[in-house]
């Protein structure tokens, strides 16, 4: 399979990647500076929602931008569960990504219909949906004002620690799940099916692949760990806000490092994250709170220059660059943008 | 029930939705010209709205008067956005073409935030809070003077594009990009006005709206969705399904305020958005173009 060989890194420079993973694990090893821990951890942070993003959107080429909604029902239920009935977190969690999973396939089921940008606009129309409801309800969710997650202190079975360095192992195992799925994803005959509906979803569907099934299987899987990554996000910053991480600059925020990186490829989003969440942590500790949106300048100047150079995102590139006989991805332009 | 009570909501909506036809008819140019779906859009009309503002505010400009300022503003960076960033992009998949204008969302809302900050400000001119009585119903000064300006300003790009040989090269562009390429239209050249006027429609709106609305950096993203609802139900490309979407998505909004809850007034586009995507996504008037 042509395209299989043609969204991974050429096998040279594999290992690249697996020692940039080893080399982080062995961060905390070497120091305990708090500050750089925590921009280690935004970066795996922002490299697994990406991860999970880009199985949607890069191999069966869904780019939905409403992620954070699945993004704020992970936080919020976990949360909740643990404020109302004392349930730790670490099930929360599984709970949160479950009813988010259930809740993205009733979304689905009825969203898959439309293609193209139409699909796109209609997951903002629903995240912007759920964002107000949550900002509206004012009991569930404190409203405006926030919800802050009850402080624990140092409470390993309630996923609290003093730390950052727990943090920081928990995310990484999350995180290495989920490069775990998408590798097997990719090496599956669900992951030809994902990338044979990204390619062309009429001739997909003429060679009998049903592909509402294995598009609601690539969402269901990428909001999983979506909402994993929500409590995750609730346990460490411990304080929610509808407008931070339900709205719609958060869903291109999970979007970006996969879309900088390379989509349909296990390392894209990693690479893109490694490359543009220190850029953002930086921008914001030398600025300061006053100008919170200038990392977003940025990331909204970079996004129009990867498209305007790099369409196919950094690894696509070096690929492309390391086997010039291959054609890099090959995409064609789709007129045809709403379901017949 | 009370009938003064559906009259207003009523008016109202038909006030709004001529500003919306404004917004929608700029979003459905673009689309209908250049296949290209431009989520800067309404971010693009909070910059028109910025200017009007400090016109108004350190020159004391009225902002109706400040209309011959932000028109050919905003038509220059629709121009300069099309010319330099997506001109390039436009041969390639359509999502290249959609996360570079969702990238120019991200960079005007976040300077307007840099350099505005997140406060709502408002326009408060002589006639701000002047209303007229018309039987039961109140309406309010500015909005009626910017529905009748928005009406105008409709009614002469109209007329821009069935009478002058630019429109038309516009409509034939709209209708198939390599007959009219081939016919002698500089296609790329009608791309850069389309572009330009559908940024100056938004633009005038935004000048238009800023005289009773509030003003503020993330302003832009309900009018890009309500632009997006208002086209798609009239039909992508459609210059008379934006002017009924438009009206539609007026009435609905003011009549959801008046009969749901004022503050799910934004709901009420989203979830009528979602309908509309999902039961008839050719829109009610089926498919037709500039």
């Given at each position: 399979m042509t395209t299989k060989k043609s969204t991974s890194l050429p096998r040279s420079k594999a290992y690249v990647p697996l020692v940039i993973m080893v080399l982080l694990a062995a961060v905390p090893s070497v120091t305990s500076n708090s500050y750089v821990l925590h921009v280690l951890i935004m970066i795996l942070f922002y490299a697994v929602l990406s991860e999970a993003w880009s199985i949607l959107a890069g191999f069966a080429g869904q780019f939905s931008l409403g992620h954070a909604a699945f993004f704020g029902i992970g936080a919020y239920t976990s949360t909740l569960l643990f404020i109302w009935n004392g349930i730790s977190p670490w099930v929360g969690m599984f709970i949160g990504a479950g009813l988010a999973v259930v809740l993205s396939l009733i979304i689905g089921f009825l969203c898959f219909r439309l293609r193209g940008p139409f699909f796109s606009l209609v997951t903002i129309a629903f995240a912007e949906t759920l964002r107000l409801l949550f900002l509206n309800w004012g009991p569930l969710t404190g409203g405006p004002v926030g919800l802050l997650v009850p402080l624990s202190g140092d409470s390993p079975t309630n996923f609290q620690f003093l730390s950052r360095i727990p943090y920081y192992y928990t995310l990484m195992a999350i995180t290495l799940i989920a490069i775990y799925?998408?590798?097997?994803?990719?090496?599956?005959?669900?992951?030809?099916?994902?990338?044979?509906?990204?390619?062309?979803?009429?001739?997909?569907?003429?060679?009998?692949?049903?592909?509402?099934?294995?598009?609601?299987?690539?969402?269901?899987?990428?909001?999983?760990?979506?909402?994993?990554?929500?409590?995750?996000?609730?346990?460490?910053?411990?304080?929610?806000?509808p407008d931070?991480?339900?709205?719609?600059?958060?869903?291109?925020?999970?979007?970006?490092?996969?879309?900088?990186?390379?989509?349909?490829?296990?390392?894209?989003?990693?690479?893109?994250?490694?490359?543009?969440?220190?850029?953002?942590?930086?921008?914001?500790?030398?600025?300061?709170?006053?100008?919170?949106?200038?990392?977003?300048?940025?990331?909204?100047?970079?996004?129009?220059?990867?498209?305007?150079?790099?369409?196919?995102?950094?690894?696509?590139?070096?690929?492309?660059?390391?086997?010039?006989?291959?054609?890099?991805?090959?995409?064609?332009?789709?007129?045809?943008?709403?379901?017949? | 029930m009370d009938p003064t009570v559906f009259e207003q909501a009523i008016v109202s909506g038909i006030l709004i939705g001529g500003l919306y036809v404004l917004i929608s008819i700029g979003l459905t140019l673009i689309f209908g010209v250049m296949r290209v779906i431009n989520f800067a859009h309404g971010d693009l009309m909070m910059a028109a709205m910025y200017v009007t503002y400090w016109l108004f505010t350190l020159y004391g400009i009225d902002p109706y008067i400040s209309l011959v300022v932000t028109i050919p503003i905003l038509f220059v960076i629709g121009s300069v956005v099309q010319r330099f960033l997506i001109d390039r992009v436009l041969a390639g998949p359509q999502e290249s073409q959609l996360f570079l204008t969702l990238g120019v969302m991200l960079v005007v809302q976040n300077l307007a935030l840099l350099f505005w900050k997140a406060d709502y400000r408002a326009i408060n001119t002589y006639y701000t809070g002047a209303v007229i009585r018309l039987g039961g119903?109140?309406?309010?000064?500015?909005?009626?003077?910017?529905?009748?300006?928005?009406?105008?300003?409709?009614?002469?790009?109209?007329?821009?594009?069935?009478?002058?040989?630019?429109?038309?090269?516009?409509?034939?562009?709209?209708?198939?990009?390599?007959?009219?390429?081939?016919?002698?239209?500089?296609?790329?050249?009608?791309?850069?006005i389309a572009f330009g006027i559908g940024t100056a429609c938004v633009g005038a709106a935004g000048t238009l709206l800023s005289t009773f609305y509030y003003i503020s950096p993330t302003v832009g993203t309900t009018f890009t969705l309500m632009a997006f609802l208002a086209v798609v139900l009239g039909g992508m490309g459609s210059f008379t399904g934006a002017l009924f979407g438009g009206l539609i998505v007026g009435l609905a909004e003011s009549l959801g305020a008046v009969y749901v809850a004022t503050q799910y007034r934004e709901l009420v586009t989203f979830v009528l958005f979602i309908l509309i995507l999902l039961v008839k996504p050719s829109g009610l008037l089926g498919r037709s173009r500039v």
């Open positions: 799925v998408t590798y097997r994803i990719r090496n599956s005959q669900l992951g030809l099916y994902f990338m044979a509906i990204r390619e062309d979803e009429d001739a997909a569907q003429s060679l009998g692949i049903n592909i509402i099934r294995y598009k609601l299987i690539a969402l269901a899987i990428s909001v999983f760990f979506t909402a994993l990554a929500g409590t995750f996000y609730a346990q460490y910053i411990l304080f929610l806000h931070a991480i339900m709205s719609l600059n958060f869903s291109i925020e999970i979007a970006l490092p996969a879309i900088v990186g390379g989509m349909g490829t296990i390392w894209g989003p990693i690479i893109g994250s490694i490359l543009l969440t220190p850029l953002a942590e930086f921008t914001r500790s030398i600025l300061g709170g006053g100008y919170a949106g200038v990392y977003l300048i940025i990331y909204g100047s970079i996004l129009i220059l990867t498209m305007m150079f790099l369409p196919n995102g950094i690894t696509h590139a070096i690929a492309a660059r390391n086997r010039p006989a291959s054609r890099s991805l090959p995409r064609k332009r789709n007129h045809e943008c709403v379901g017949s | 119903v109140f309406i309010s000064v500015p909005k009626l003077t910017s529905f009748f300006v928005a009406v105008l300003l409709t009614a002469l790009l109209y007329i821009f594009l069935t009478r002058t040989r630019t429109g038309k090269a516009m409509r034939a562009t709209a209708q198939n990009r390599e007959v009219s390429s081939l016919m002698g239209v500089d296609v790329r050249r009608v791309y850069v």
